[in-house]
């Protein structure tokens, strides 16, 4: 029997009994139709697991009673930060959702010149709630007790300075360069791993030479070009097998 996963942020105490929210209460009695005393599993996004029993209060309420916390180590020996350009609709949800699967640590969204996906500014943090959301589910679904980030969203430009002068380590998906996956070695342990997609129509060269300049190495992924959506969670999975858990 599977045991359904919440995502709860806070420190954790032995007995220590937990209010869920509403959509937390909707989720396990109307979607699931737990029954009380039914066994459920939480964690806190910043590495903590606890074991609890469902004690249901009213139609429309529920409590979790913890029973035991721990700290399982399911983590990848990884830091790699995803710099995503955004594309439209369900296909940075698809993103995201594979990225956090395969083991991703952060997440930096950015508007790339050839972005068609246009957002005024009061709708940035709505947009970046909304991804948050996508990667707490992941999150339950996958068995992860980290939480990766959605960090703020930034401009091509802006990220790029964002990196300093010293220079980074990182991979720039571009279906026309030399390298490839088994050219490149690699860094040294918990070394920030940036990993940077274009959108829809590509990077364009003056930004895969920028890039460059800070340190990231342009590499291909076979013969075939990816679409955007399939790309970041292409270079996570190879990185894994390569270096890292898989």
């Known amino acids: 029997m599977r045991v359904p996963r919440l995502y709860l942020p806070g420190d954790y105490q032995p007995?220590?009994?937990?209010?869920?929210?509403?959509?937390?209460?909707?989720?396990?009695?109307?979607?699931?139709?737990?029954?009380?005393?039914?066994?459920?599993?939480?964690?806190?996004?910043?590495?903590?697991?606890?074991?609890?029993?469902l004690i249901v209060t009213g139609r429309r309420s529920a409590d979790?009673?913890?029973?035991?916390?721990?700290?399982?180590?399911?983590?990848?020996?990884?830091?790699?930060?995803?710099?995503?350009?955004?594309?439209?609709?369900?296909?940075?949800?698809?993103?995201?959702?594979?990225?956090?699967?395969?083991?991703?640590?952060?997440?930096?969204p950015i508007f790339s010149e050839r972005c068609e996906v246009k957002l005024s500014d009061d709708k940035l943090e709505k947009r970046r709630a909304q991804w948050?959301?996508?990667?707490?589910?992941?999150?339950?679904?996958?068995?992860?007790?980290?939480?990766?980030?959605?960090?703020?969203?930034?401009?091509?430009?802006?990220?790029?300075?964002?990196?300093?002068?010293?220079?980074?380590?990182?991979?720039?998906?571009?279906?026309?360069?030399?390298?490839?996956l088994n050219t490149v070695s690699r860094p040294e342990d918990s070394t920030p791993i940036h990993l940077l997609i274009g959108p829809e129509g590509g990077l364009t060269e003056q930004e895969v030479e920028q890039?460059?300049?800070?340190?990231l190495t342009p590499i291909r992924l076979g013969p075939r070009i990816l679409r955007t959506e399939t790309a970041g969670p292409t270079i996570l999975a190879g990185l894994q097998l390569l270096w890292g858990d898989l």
Not at 68 to 89: A, H, K, Y
Not at 211 to 215: F, N, P, S
Request: charged letters at 15%; hydrophobic letters at 35%.
């Open 15 to 53: 007995k220590q009994v937990i209010a869920l929210n509403k959509e937390q209460v909707h989720y396990v009695l109307t979607v699931l139709r737990l029954k009380n005393q039914h066994p459920v599993e939480i964690f806190n996004g910043c590495g903590l697991q606890a074991k609890g029993t």
């Open 64 to 108: 979790l009673c913890i029973e035991d916390m721990s700290e399982p180590q399911v983590e990848s020996p990884l830091n790699t930060i995803l710099v995503q350009s955004i594309s439209r609709g369900d296909r940075m949800d698809y993103t995201l959702q594979k990225a956090v699967e395969l083991g991703v640590s952060q997440i930096q």
């Open 211 to 215: 890039a460059t300049q800070k340190g």
């Open 132 to 180: 948050q959301a996508i990667v707490i589910s992941a999150c339950e679904q996958s068995g992860r007790c980290t939480m990766p980030e959605i960090l703020p969203i930034l401009t091509y430009p802006a990220w790029l300075e964002s990196l300093g002068d010293t220079g980074v380590f990182g991979l720039t998906l571009d279906p026309y360069a030399q390298h490839n």
